[in-house]
């Protein structure tokens, strides 16, 4: 019999899945906060400097998907060895990061001076904040490293009260600062900054403690950097291209369009992108998998992982196309609403298109071809950037909508194809997609009249919850039934068969 390499990631994904909507439910709580402490048009200008902390954390060059993989293929006597490896990723991690926040202090002067269309007292807002911005990156770097060693081992429960930790604190503090000091950016670039420092702090001792124990200390070694920097060159491709493919179009918008624009397009960016917690609670937990096994295995498992994404995640992006235009008015008042509710139906089906495509980038960087997705991205470059400018400059914050949501199909089509795993030809995704297009077509006409937007939207969203259950695999259709039963029962009959933690 056959070793199941997919036991315990229904239940590690859950993991990650509840962390995750904890921090969302912080977000969507603190996003009329900030707008109401710092501004539409200052929380534009932060939505940008977080975006280009975010790009310059990427100087690691894959280093913490590098000791993931690494730690993850080790056995449990390669005490030695895993200790070197992280240290030596450890002290790779904070020179990188250092470059990288030198590199950050130009970049973002020249994008605060020149680029972007701000006021006079803004601009120089920004431009004092610089400093502290760029003291996040080598912070982010050493994070980055350290959570990877930790994913590694598989220790999820850690990994996810870091988390928490970390999100929250990110929430929380920024919006302190500018509560009680100021709504200077930066007072919130000194929260985000101290943020960072506990998160690393406690993200550092688990690490010492659950990844390097009985080994705690181990000096670097220069023959074992050669092969992290090697397996990380082509992430770092991927890094320094995916974050302009991704979040590219906010660039573009606050430079065509000004800070607002931004503001209209991040908030309802941020609220569909809470799809992806699915999807990515899934790649954090078999990624480790997938490094640790074989290709003929790993292409089973990233075939059952995609077939109940598919189903768990299209039900709830046609739910987000067809109630968020209400929402977002009751969230964050009619003004912005107007303009942001169509640019939502839009990004719920982008954001599940994408989310798709993380089974195979996962399954194909872990298998040890991290140049395939590199590749697919640096040849999407140059046309999205384009599609994209000429969507912002007739359309505004909706064609940069649509044209991030057609380059996400574009991409996930062809790295669905590249792992070999189903893609157009599999019925269960054609008619979960077109029930998701639908449905965001129906949220961009009909923003602006709830009534009919309603009563095409609510109907077509049992309609897909229907087809998800009859779609289900029949693992995902036991877990479901077995939960229920527990809940019915008071948790005092627990069957469990072998196939619910396959899926």
């Known amino acids: 019999m056959s070793e199941d390499h997919s036991a315990g990631i229904g239940r590690n994904t859950l993991l990650f899945i509840a962390t995750s909507l904890v921090t969302a439910v912080i977000a969507l709580v603190t996003v009329p906060a900030y707008l109401s402490v710092i501004g539409a048009e200052r929380f534009g200008v932060y939505i940008v400097a977080l975006l280009v902390v975010g790009y310059f954390a990427l100087s690691d060059l894959g280093l913490g998907t590098a000791t993931e993989n690494a730690v993850a293929r080790m056995g449990p006597d390669d005490v030695d060895l895993r200790s070197a490896t992280v240290w030596t990723a450890v002290a790779l991690s904070v020179a990188l990061g250092i470059v990288g926040g030198i590199a950050l202090i130009g970049v973002s002067w020249l994008l605060f001076s020149t680029v972007l269309s701000l006021p006079d007292g803004l601009r120089a807002e920004a431009q004092d904040a610089i400093p502290l911005f760029a003291a996040c990156i080598p912070l982010l770097t050493l994070w980055s490293v350290s959570e990877g060693a930790i994913n590694g081992q598989e220790r999820f429960v850690a990994v996810n009260m870091l988390d928490t930790v970390r999100l929250t604190a990110l929430q929380l503090l920024p919006l302190g600062f500018a509560y009680w000091w100021g709504p200077e950016l930066v007072w919130v670039a000194a929260?985000?900054?101290?943020?960072?420092?506990?998160?690393?702090?406690?993200?550092?001792?688990?690490?010492?403690?659950?990844?390097?124990?009985?080994?705690?200390?181990?000096?670097?070694?220069?023959?074992?950097?050669?092969?992290?920097?090697?397996?990380?060159?082509?992430?770092?491709?991927?890094?320094?291209?995916?974050?302009?493919?991704?979040?590219?179009?906010?660039?573009?918008?606050?430079?065509?369009?000004?800070?607002?624009?931004?503001?209209?397009?991040?908030?309802?960016?941020?609220?569909?992108?809470?799809?992806?917690?699915?999807?990515?609670?899934?790649?954090?937990?078999?990624?480790?998998?997938?490094?640790?096994?074989?290709?003929?295995?790993?292409?089973?498992?990233?075939?059952?992982?995609?077939?109940?994404?598919?189903?768990?995640?299209?039900?709830?992006?046609?739910?987000?196309?067809?109630?968020?235009?209400?929402?977002?008015?009751?969230?964050?008042?009619?003004?912005?609403?107007?303009?942001?509710?169509?640019?939502?139906?839009?990004?719920?089906?982008?954001?599940?298109?994408?989310?798709?495509?993380?089974?195979?980038?996962?399954?194909?960087?872990?298998?040890?071809?991290?140049?395939?997705?590199?590749?697919?991205?640096?040849?999407?470059?140059?046309?999205f950037l384009i599609v994209l400018g000429i969507g912002v400059h007739f359309f505004g914050p909706?064609?940069?909508?649509?044209?991030?949501?057609?380059?996400?199909?574009?991409?996930?089509?062809?790295?669905?194809?590249?792992?070999?795993?189903?893609?157009?030809?599999?019925?269960?995704?054609?008619?979960?997609?077109?029930?998701?297009?639908?449905?965001?077509?129906?949220?961009?006409?009909?923003?602006?009249?709830?009534?009919?937007?309603?009563?095409?939207?609510?109907?077509l969203t049992a309609l897909s919850f229907a087809c998800a259950w009859v779609l289900s695999p029949a693992g995902l259709k036991s877990r479901v039934r077995n939960v229920i039963l527990r809940t019915r029962k008071g948790g005092e009959d627990r069957p469990h068969s072998a196939t619910v933690d396959e899926q």
């Open 398 to 459: 909706m064609g940069a909508a649509l044209a991030w949501s057609s380059r996400t199909l574009v991409d996930s089509s062809l790295l669905l194809r590249a792992a070999k795993l189903p893609w157009f030809k599999d019925p269960s995704l054609v008619l979960m997609g077109a029930l998701v297009v639908v449905a965001a077509a129906n949220g961009a006409i009909f923003a602006e009249r709830t009534s009919v937007l309603l009563s095409i939207g609510l109907p």
């Open 191 to 383: 929260g985000i900054l101290l943020a960072l420092s506990i998160s690393i702090l406690c993200s550092f001792a688990a690490t010492v403690e659950l990844v390097l124990a009985p080994r705690r200390w181990a000096r670097p070694r220069r023959g074992l950097a050669a092969p992290l920097l090697h397996f990380g060159k082509w992430i770092s491709v991927t890094g320094l291209i995916s974050p302009i493919l991704a979040v590219g179009d906010r660039l573009i918008i606050g430079a065509i369009k000004g800070p607002v624009a931004v503001t209209v397009f991040s908030i309802p960016y941020n609220l569909a992108s809470r799809l992806l917690v699915v999807p990515f609670s899934l790649i954090r937990v078999t990624f480790p998998r997938f490094s640790a096994i074989g290709a003929e295995e790993s292409q089973v498992l990233g075939a059952k992982t995609l077939a109940v994404l598919v189903v768990v995640t299209a039900p709830f992006a046609v739910l987000g196309a067809s109630v968020a235009p209400p929402f977002l008015e009751w969230w964050i008042g009619e003004e912005l609403a107007t303009n942001a509710s169509p640019v939502a139906a839009i990004l719920f089906a982008g954001i599940w298109v994408n989310g798709l495509g993380y089974v195979p980038y996962s399954l194909l960087q872990a298998q040890g071809r991290p140049d395939v997705p590199a590749r697919y991205h640096m040849l999407e470059l140059a046309p």
